[in-house]
C-alpha cells in the first residue's frame, strides 16, 4: 500500500533535534511529517531531571521537556506518526520511507535518529536494569544515597559519571578490563584524587546478582587470571559509550568508523543531496538535549534552503 502525495520534508526521529527542525520546518509552511518512533522522545525519556536546558530556571524532567516541544511542533502543524521507520529508499527521488507495508515519500529527509547507551550485553543486566542497573549516572545518581555502587568503562565517561556518582554514594569503584584508560590525563587524575573513588582494573563483570526484585552484587572475572570472586553492590552504571541508531541506513549514508553519520562541517547535509541529519545521530562529542536542538534547527534551514533551489 502506498500513498500517492509527495511529503515535502519527513522527519525520522523525534528527540529534541527532531522536534525543534519540526518546529522550524512547520513554521516555514513545509508541514512537516514526522515518523516520531514507538519509543519516542529520545534519550530525554529516560532522564529524570534536566538542569541545562535553557529557559527552565528550576529545571524540568526529560519526558516533560519532550511533551512541551512535541506540543509546540503540533501548534505549527506537524503531524505525527508514532510508529518504527523499517526501511528506507534513497536511490531516487522522491525518497521513500517504509513503515511495515504502508510506503511514504518525501522531497527531503531529516533524520535524528540519536545514539543509544552501550550494554554489556549480559542477560542478568538486562534483568535489573532500572533496578539497580543503569546507564546514565546523572539521571539515577540520586536514587543511590549511602550506597556502594560500580562503574563500568575507561574512557572519559567513564571517569565522569564516577565521580557524579560521589555526591550520593559511600564509595564508587571503577571496573575495567585493563590498566590502561582511554580517557584524559585530567578526567583519570580527578578520579584517582577522589577520597570516595577506588579501581578495580583487569576485571570484567561476568554477572549482576540479585533477589529478583533489585540487584545486590556483581560477579567479577579476572581478564589476566580467569579467577572469579563477588562483590556486595547496590548499583551498577554502565559507561562503555553509546552506538548511533543508525543501522536503517547502514551502506546508503556515510557514517564514521563507528557508525555516526558524517555531515558536512558547518551544516546539517549528509552525502545525500536532500537528506539532512541532526542531532546525537551524527555528534558523537556534546551529546546534549541544546547541542542536539540548535542541531535540529541547523538541518530544518538547510532543507528549506534546498528545497527552494529545487523548484
Known amino acids: ?73 503540533e501548534r505549527f502543524g506537524t503531524r505525527f506518526i508514532t510508529r518504527n521507520v523499517t526501511r528506507v529508499d534513497f536511490s531516487a527521488k522522491p525518497y521513500k520511507v517504509f513503515v511495515g507495508d504502508k510506503e511514504y515519500q518525501a522531497k527531503s529527509i531529516i533524520i535524528s535518529t540519536g545514539a543509544s547507551a552501550k550494554l554489556l550485553g549480559l542477560p542478568s543486566e538486562k534483568q535489573y536494569m532500572s533496578r539497580g542497573v543503569s546507564a546514565c549516572a546523572t539521571c539515577d545518581g540520586a536514587f543511590f544515597r549511602n550506597v556502594e555502587v560500580a562503574v563500568v568503562g575507561g574512557g572519559d565517561t567513564a571517569m565522569e559519571e564516577a565521580n557524579f556518582l560521589t555526591r550520593f554514594a559511600s564509595k564508587v569503584y571503577i571496573i575495567h578490563r585493563s ?54 553492590l547496590q548499583g551498577l552504571f554502565i559507561a562503555i559509550g553509546h552506538q548511533p541508531n543508525t543501522k536503517l541506513f547502514n551502506g546508503l549514508i556515510t557514517t564514521n568508523d563507528v557508525g555516526y553519520i558524517q555531515t558536512t562541517p558547518g551544516t546539517a547535509k549528509t552525502n545525500i543531496e536532500g537528506v539532512f541529519a541532526a542531532g546525537d545521530v551524527q555528534d558523537p562529542i556534546y551529546r546534549q ?19 527552494e533551489t529545487q523548484h
Open 289 to 307: 538535549a541544546i547541542t542536539a536542538a540548535g542541531s535540529g534547527c541547523m538541518a530544518a534551514i538547510d532543507c528549506e534552503r534546498w528545497l
Open 1 to 73: 500500500m502506498s500513498t500517492s502525495n509527495v511529503e515535502n520534508v519527513i522527519i525520522i526521529g523525534s528527540g529534541p533535534a527532531g522536534l525543534t527542525s519540526a518546529v522550524y520546518t512547520a513554521r516555514a509552511n513545509l508541514n512537516p511529517l514526522m515518523i516520531e518512533g514507538e519509543e519516542a522522545g529520545g534519550q530525554l525519556m529516560i532522564t529524570t531531571e534536566v538542569e541545562n536546558f535553557p529557559g527552565f530556571e528550576h529545571g524540568i524532567t526529560g519526558p516533560d521537556l519532550i511533551a512541551v516541544m512535541r506540543k509546540q511542533a
Open 179 to 232: 590498566e590502561t584508560f582511554k580517557s584524559s590525563k585530567i578526567m583519570l587524575e580527578r578520579a584517582q584524587k577522589n577520597p570516595k573513588i577506588e579501581f578495580i582494573t583487569n576485571a570484567a563483570v561476568e554477572e549482576v546478582i540479585g533477589d529478583g526484585k533489585s540487584m545486590n552484587a556483581i560477579k567479577l572475572k579476572s581478564t589476566k587470571t580467569n579467577e572469579t570472586w563477588t562483590k556486595s
